[in-house]
């Protein structure tokens, strides 16, 4: 065990297209904050839609927490994801229709087993807590389309947070931020993942903010479907 | 739990369009379940124009016809029935009471019928509502006429105004009879049946009519009907109005028309009294019974009956008859209102399915946080189920409030009564062929949410 993440030989495709994934191997170790950067097209999206049990590997093993994602029905790795995994989105990340804290809440209510996770907590107390921790504390009872671009990666990180799953993959979180904002958003996230426990994978073709993650990867350098 | 919150605020947060839809369909299901209220109405309003009858007696032919003439005041009996033989089996001991009808005569396109004072007493309608007289009184005199509602109204008679009645029916009457003045001295009160079509006179009044050239006895009643059919181009309906327009100027066609000694036997005639004549015949009669069971068996005499070829039916089974002929009308009519409704589903189906791309966003949110295809597809499904549920329930309100503000109206201006009643098996079937068919077709727009969530993964592009 020791890895949250383990792919062997992951080669992945949309239908009948070229080859997009071709990664012979990528091991992140638990607790570990990963910096995957990579120019546009380099598959980095494509690569956390594999490593979310979104899309399946053509070939391979992926293996999230010990469990083969690749040799799962799309059932089983939804639950797997709805369990074990939270994401943020580059931005829009939360649903219009839903109050800022119906969007926080959105896994624990998703799927029982992230609900377990709480701790024997309240659902909302939990999400109060977080997000007193990410600094949006007062704004749980708004609707989302109130909220700034930077609230709204807040409460984006507080859903992927929540129920404290051991995975948390991050999109291009800070593109639509200015740097100032992009570092006390980090830290907060780093802060967060730590009290959790979890890994991160925060992707982003920004190398200016590798020097604050603890591995750094190229993903054209593992990815040979690129070569 | 999830995916119906989630569906009733992602519709709530499209109100517009969602209210658009709702109306919509609320309107489409409304049309349908009010076409079948209507259709009701009208199909009991049918079998209620004549109510307590248990039996319409005429000569033999179809028995379509014999209603039709007898009821609705529509076509003519070929054939009359004796006056012997009415009394016959008006005396019979199964018989409660009868209504003799004589038909075959018109006053400006309104039917003239001859029957006595058991009309009034004896007809019902619409459950058992009786004839009553809006103004006047009732028939006494050989030349007293009573009017229905419509005829006093569209000719706009009042009471003691003298009309001329004449043989045959059509638009165009004859002046043959302008020796013989009715004078108008009842109006019945409005029924909404064919009664307020009719113009009412003694059966003796009748006799009357059919004098040939005024006098008693009325001479062969057949070469009558010929004289009447035979003249329609006659000048004829430049008096066949009332009696004041007949001035001494139409001399001319009156000798054309009717023999030159009309005046004189005007002079005889309304010195004959309802007394000197004697009714021969009629048309039809109704008949009631003293017991309902001996309906059957009486019918069944009638039919047998050797002295004259005769028929008795029962309105209720022949109104339903009837009413089956008109089937096909209302099939066509029930169609178009389910394709109203499909149509209005239709826009639901159209207002979901382009709502999907702008909701890309959010279905790969749902996806992201662990929602499944069919958690997806379920939440498109819900919301079209949703829709659909909201449009019925609004549309079965739009009739009841419908209903309730326009029954008396309706009832006023057309005669026709649709009751109120609550929900029935009818209305709850509508509703669920519609949710039904809201919940097919939300699969539409869910399929295509389902490939295109299970395609875009994670990378939506805005």
Same mark, same amino acid.
């Given at each position: 065990?020791?890895?949250?993440?383990?792919?062997?030989?992951?080669?992945?495709?949309?239908?009948?297209?070229?080859?997009?994934?071709?990664?012979?191997?990528?091991?992140?170790?638990?607790?570990?904050?990963?910096?995957?950067?990579?120019?546009?097209?380099?598959?980095?999206?494509?690569?956390?839609?594999?490593?979310?049990?979104?899309?399946?590997?053509?070939?391979?093993?992926?293996?999230?927490?010990?469990?083969?994602?690749?040799?799962?029905?799309?059932?089983?790795?939804?639950?797997?994801?709805?369990?074990?995994?939270?994401?943020?989105?580059?931005?829009?990340?939360?649903?219009?229709?839903?109050?800022?804290?119906?969007?926080?809440?959105?896994?624990?209510?998703?799927?029982?087993?992230?609900?377990?996770?709480?701790?024997?907590?309240?659902?909302?107390?939990?999400?109060?807590?977080?997000?007193?921790?990410?600094?949006?504390?007062?704004?749980?009872?708004?609707?989302?389309?109130?909220?700034?671009?930077?609230?709204?990666?807040?409460?984006?990180?507080?859903?992927?947070?929540?129920?404290?799953?051991?995975?948390?993959?991050?999109?291009?979180?800070?593109?639509?931020?200015?740097?100032?904002?992009?570092?006390?958003?980090?830290?907060?996230?780093?802060?967060?993942?730590?009290?959790?426990?979890?890994?991160?994978?925060?992707?982003?073709?920004?190398?200016?903010?590798?020097?604050?993650?603890?591995?750094?990867?190229?993903?054209?350098?593992?990815?040979?479907?690129?070569? | 739990?999830?995916?119906?919150?989630?569906?009733?605020?992602?519709?709530?947060?499209?109100?517009?369009?969602?209210?658009?839809?709702?109306?919509?369909?609320?309107?489409?299901?409304?049309?349908?379940?009010?076409?079948?209220?209507?259709?009701?109405?009208?199909?009991?309003?049918?079998?209620?124009?004549?109510?307590?009858?248990?039996?319409?007696?005429?000569?033999?032919?179809?028995?379509?016809?014999?209603?039709?003439?007898?009821?609705?005041?529509?076509?003519?009996?070929?054939?009359?029935?004796?006056?012997?033989?009415?009394?016959?089996?008006?005396?019979?001991?199964?018989?409660?009471?009868?209504?003799?009808?004589?038909?075959?005569?018109?006053?400006?396109?309104?039917?003239?019928?001859?029957?006595?004072?058991?009309?009034?007493?004896?007809?019902?309608?619409?459950?058992?509502?009786?004839?009553?007289?809006?103004?006047?009184?009732?028939?006494?005199?050989?030349?007293?006429?009573?009017?229905?509602?419509?005829?006093?109204?569209?000719?706009?008679?009042?009471?003691?105004?003298?009309?001329?009645?004449?043989?045959?029916?059509?638009?165009?009457?004859?002046?043959?009879?302008?020796?013989?003045?009715?004078?108008?001295?009842?109006?019945?009160?409005?029924?909404?049946?064919?009664?307020?079509?009719?113009?009412?006179?003694?059966?003796?009044?009748?006799?009357?009519?059919?004098?040939?050239?005024?006098?008693?006895? =009325?001479?062969?009643? +057949?070469?009558?009907? $010929?004289? &009447?059919? #035979?003249? @329609? *181009?006659? %000048? /004829? !309906?430049?008096?066949?109005?009332?009696?004041? =327009?007949?001035?001494? +100027?139409?001399?001319? $066609?009156? &000798?054309? #028309?009717? @023999? *030159?000694? %009309? /005046? !004189?036997?005007?002079?005889?005639?309304?010195?004959?009294?309802?007394?000197?004549?004697?009714?021969?015949?009629?048309?039809?009669?109704?008949?009631?019974?003293?017991?309902?069971?001996?309906?059957?068996?009486?019918?069944?005499?009638?039919?047998?009956?050797?002295?004259?070829?005769?028929?008795?039916?029962?309105?209720?089974?022949?109104?339903?008859?009837?009413?089956?002929?008109?089937?096909?009308?209302?099939?066509?009519?029930?169609?178009?209102?389910?394709?109203?409704?499909?149509?209005?589903?239709?826009?639901?189906?159209?207002?979901?399915?382009?709502?999907?791309?702008?909701?890309?966003?959010?279905?790969?949110?749902?996806?992201?946080?662990?929602?499944?295809?069919?958690?997806?597809?379920?939440?498109?499904?819900?919301?079209?189920?949703?829709?659909?549920?909201?449009?019925?329930?609004?549309?079965?309100?739009?009739?009841?409030?419908?209903?309730?503000?326009?029954?008396?109206?309706?009832?006023?201006?057309?005669?026709?009564?649709?009751?109120?009643?609550?929900?029935?098996?009818?209305?709850?079937?509508?509703?669920?062929?519609?949710?039904?068919?809201?919940?097919?077709?939300?699969?539409?727009?869910?399929?295509?949410?389902?490939?295109?969530?299970?395609?875009?993964?994670?990378?939506?592009?805005?």
């Amino acid at each position: 065990m020791g890895f949250t993440v383990d792919v062997r030989h992951l080669r992945f495709r949309y239908g009948g297209g070229p080859w997009v994934l071709d990664i012979p191997e990528l091991t992140l170790e638990r607790g570990t904050r990963a910096f995957l950067f990579g120019p546009s097209g380099s598959g980095k999206t494509t690569l956390l839609g594999v490593l979310t049990g979104v899309l399946k590997a053509n070939a391979g093993e992926v293996r999230v927490l010990g469990e083969d994602l690749a040799s799962r029905s799309g059932a089983q790795r939804d639950a797997f994801r709805a369990e074990h995994i939270g994401y943020v989105f580059q931005m829009f990340n939360l649903i219009p229709y839903l109050s800022v804290l119906d969007n926080i809440t959105l896994p624990v209510r998703m799927h029982a087993g992230r609900r377990a996770r709480l701790d024997g907590k309240g659902v909302k107390e939990t999400a109060a807590q977080l997000a007193d921790h990410l600094q949006i504390g007062d704004l749980l009872k708004k609707q989302v389309t109130e909220l700034s671009v930077g609230q709204q990666q807040r409460v984006a990180a507080c859903r992927a947070l929540i129920g404290a799953p051991e995975l948390i993959v991050a999109d291009e979180p800070t593109s639509s931020l200015d740097f100032d904002r992009r570092e006390a958003f980090l830290e907060l996230l780093f802060q967060e993942c730590e009290r959790a426990g979890a890994t991160l994978v925060f992707v982003s073709h920004d190398r200016t903010l590798e020097g604050l993650f603890s591995r750094t990867i190229s993903l054209p350098d593992i990815n040979k479907a690129l070569h | 739990m999830l995916v119906l919150d989630l569906a009733l605020k992602s519709l709530r947060n499209r109100a517009f369009s969602t209210s658009l839809t709702i109306g919509s369909i609320a309107l489409s299901v409304a049309l349908l379940v009010g076409v079948e209220n209507v259709r009701t109405g009208m199909r009991e309003s049918f079998s209620n124009t004549i109510s307590q009858t248990d039996l319409i007696v005429g000569t033999k032919g179809g028995t379509i016809q014999l209603l039709l003439y007898s009821v609705f005041g529509m076509g003519a009996s070929t054939e009359n029935v004796s006056w012997e033989a009415y009394r016959q089996w008006a005396e019979h001991p199964a018989v409660a009471w009868t209504i003799p009808y004589s038909l075959g005569d018109s006053h400006r396109g309104f039917r003239v019928i001859g029957t006595n004072e058991d009309f009034l007493r004896h007809y019902r309608y619409r459950g058992g509502q009786e004839i009553a007289l809006a103004e006047g009184r009732a028939n006494a005199a050989l030349f007293d006429v009573t009017l229905g509602a419509d005829v006093a109204a569209e000719l706009n008679y009042a009471l003691g105004d003298e009309i001329a009645v004449t043989h045959g029916l059509g638009e165009v009457g004859f002046l043959h009879h302008d020796h013989m003045p009715f004078t108008v001295v009842g109006v019945l009160a409005r029924t909404f049946t064919p009664v307020d079509r009719a113009i009412y006179v003694t059966l003796e009044g009748m006799e009357a009519i059919h004098w040939e050239g005024g006098a008693p006895p =009325a001479s062969d009643d +057949g070469h009558a009907h $010929d004289d &009447a059919e #035979a003249a @329609p *181009a006659d %000048d /004829g !309906h430049t008096h066949n109005q009332e009696m004041e =327009a007949a001035p001494a +100027g139409d001399g001319l $066609d009156e &000798a054309d #028309a009717a @023999p *030159a000694d %009309d /005046g !004189h036997a005007q002079e005889e005639a309304v010195e004959v009294s309802i007394d000197d004549v004697e009714v021969t015949q009629v048309t039809s009669f109704f008949v009631g019974m003293t017991s309902r069971r001996d309906v059957l068996q009486l019918q069944r005499q009638i039919n047998d009956f050797e002295d004259e070829p005769m028929m008795a039916v029962i309105p209720g089974v022949a109104l339903n008859e009837m009413w089956q002929g008109l089937g096909y009308a209302e099939t066509g009519l029930r169609l178009v209102t389910v394709f109203v409704v499909l149509v209005g589903l239709l826009g639901m189906l159209v207002s979901l399915y382009t709502s999907l791309d702008e909701r890309r966003r959010e279905m790969a949110i749902l996806r992201a946080v662990g929602a499944g295809p069919s958690r997806i597809v379920s939440l498109l499904v819900l919301e079209s189920v949703c829709l659909a549920t909201a449009g019925s329930i609004g549309g079965l309100a739009l009739v009841y409030v419908l209903l309730s503000a326009g029954q008396s109206l309706v009832e006023a201006q057309v005669g026709l009564f649709i009751p109120i009643r609550p929900p029935g098996t009818i209305e709850l079937l509508f509703l669920g062929a519609v949710v039904s068919a809201g919940f097919l077709m939300g699969f539409v727009p869910a399929l295509k949410a389902y490939r295109t969530a299970l395609h875009d993964g994670l990378a939506v592009r805005v």
